[in-house]
């Protein structure tokens, strides 16, 4: 593959999560707690109990958390 391509298929590949991903709002984890009356802490402890994303290169990335799940299993 040339650079070219490679570029190309990363556009397309952002173009297809965005298009996933439109309508949905995510929620950093201490936006989390406050939606769920809880400490940051209980929200990552129980983060399986929501649907949720990392975001950022290292290891343990950022969460954030589908704003309807966190509504619709209060």
């Known amino acids: 593959l040339t650079p070219s391509d490679i570029n190309a298929i990363a556009t397309k590949v952002t173009e297809l999560l965005l298009q996933a991903n439109a309508g949905k709002q995510y ?3 201490k936006e989390a ?3 769920l009356g809880v ?7 129980n983060k399986d109990n929501y649907q949720h994303t990392k975001a950022g290169d290292h290891e343990q990335g950022r969460l954030l958390f589908l704003r309807s799940s966190l509504v619709t299993n209060k």
């Open 27 to 29: 929620v950093t984890t």
């Open 39 to 45: 400490t940051e802490q209980t929200v990552r402890r």
């Open 33 to 35: 707690a406050q939606i």
